[in-house]
T-cell receptor, first 117, second 110 residues
Framework: GAGVSQTPSNKVTEKGKYVELRCDPI?????LYWYRQSLGQGPEFLIY????????DSGLPNDRFFAVRPEGSVSTLKIQRTERGDSAVYLC???????????????FGPGTRLTVL | DQQVKQNSPSLSVQEGRISILNCDYT??????FLWYKKYPAEGPTFLIS?????DKNEDGRFTVFLNKSAKHLSLHIVPSQPGDSAVYFC?????????FGKGTRLSVIA
């Protein structure tokens, strides 16, 4: 597909469980971002990858959250010992930082709605 | 402490009239501002942006105005169409991750 895809679209889990959320960025995009959007809020930055490495993980709320991008394309956001407060829509975005226009236009996926019971 | 504020959670406008969405920011290091539009069950889509070296950027029916001294920007949509009904997010960056406001829900009434 041409856009950013995220799976699953919905995930319901129980408190204390482990979850993985997947993001497939636009082919060729070097930068990948994860955001979390809680109800009534705007997207909140979690982590940014440039290629395979995490260039900025300052938004991860605690060490229960971890993300990988082993081959510089698909990324997985991993949440251990989930808590009810983790319930939110997790958004992934990608951009092509090789562009010289200076506009870092990020293309967002539809998100994964995580519900922790 | 919110660095990007959209103080109006919702706005209703009649079709054909102008919609004005406002955004204020507190961080003077921000030098690039973006507006995103979001429909239900979809991710935000980029609409228009402006660099801090400009005070206006226009793209079709959409114009963004930036007042740096007031740390204020606004998005004007004219004429408004029913398909413009969505949540609009203001975002800012200054060589940092994007910081988003809480969004304004625009309803364009036919």
């Amino acid at each position: 597909g041409a856009g950013v895809s995220q799976t699953p679209s919905n995930k319901v889990t129980e408190k204390g469980k482990y979850v993985e959320l997947r993001c497939d960025p636009i082919s060729g995009h070097t930068a990948l971002y994860w955001y979390r959007q809680s109800l009534g809020q705007g997207p909140e930055f979690l982590i940014y990858f440039q290629g395979t490495g995490a260039a900025d993980d300052s938004g991860l709320p605690n060490d229960r959250f971890f993300a990988v991008r082993p081959e510089g394309s698909v990324s997985t956001l991993k949440i251990q010992r989930t808590e009810r407060g983790d319930s939110a829509v997790y958004l992934c975005a990608s951009s092509d930082l090789r562009l010289t226009s200076g506009v870092n236009e990020q293309f967002f996926g539809p998100g994964t709605r995580l519900t922790v019971l | 402490d919110q660095q990007v504020k959209q103080n109006s959670p919702s706005l209703s406008v009649q079709e054909g009239r102008i919609s004005i969405l406002n955004c204020d920011y507190t961080n003077s290091m921000f030098d690039y501002f973006l507006w995103y539009k979001k429909y239900p069950a979809e991710g935000p889509t980029f609409l228009i942006s402006i660099s801090s070296i400009k005070d206006k950027n226009e793209d079709g029916r959409f114009t963004v105005f930036l007042n740096k001294s007031a740390k204020h920007l606004s998005l004007h949509i004219v004429p408004s169409q029913p398909g413009d009904s969505a949540v609009y997010f203001c975002a800012a960056t200054g060589n940092t991750p994007l910081v988003f406001g809480k969004g304004t829900r625009l309803s364009v009434i036919a």
